[in-house]
Nanobody, 122 residues
Framework: QLVEFGGGSVQPGGSLRLTCTAS??????MAWFRQDPGKEREGVAA?????????YYADSVKGRFTISKDNNKHMVYLDMGSLKPEDTAVYYC???????????????????WGQGTQVTVS
């Protein structure tokens, strides 16, 4: 089970930290996606630890967002900085995907999803 929190409203240029708590066995891949109404779900960032370690970031968030994981607390974080109005969306935590899906931010490859948390930048 995945539960996200930390969303909210922030002014452009501001920062937010999203947190995802995960219950159950540790997953090989943890990721964040976002979705605006009427648009496809977009991979934002992913962290693959199934063999070695690799990360994925969407071009639109590189240099502004950072994904990290605390294995002891079973939590995954998304630190978002220099936020822009176009970052406004519902953000979802996702877990457990093959490396190809994880490294490419492909939503269809993920098995578990949180309920989402709204982030509004205005």
């Amino acid at each position: 089970q995945l539960v996200e929190f930390g969303g909210g409203s922030v002014q452009p240029g501001g920062s937010l930290r999203l947190t995802c708590t995960a219950s159950g066995p540790s997953a090989n891949c943890m990721a964040w996606f976002r979705q605006d109404p009427g648009k496809e779900r977009e991979g934002v960032a992913a962290l693959y630890t199934g063999g070695g370690s690799s990360t994925y970031y969407a071009d639109s968030v590189k240099g502004r967002f950072t994904i990290s994981k605390d294995n002891n607390k079973h939590m995954v974080y998304l630190d978002m900085g220099s936020l822009k109005p176009e970052d406004t969306a519902v953000y979802y935590c996702a877990a457990d995907a093959p490396q190809t899906a994880c490294n490419g931010g492909h939503a269809s490859g993920f098995h578990y999803w949180g309920q989402g948390t709204q982030v509004t930048v205005s």
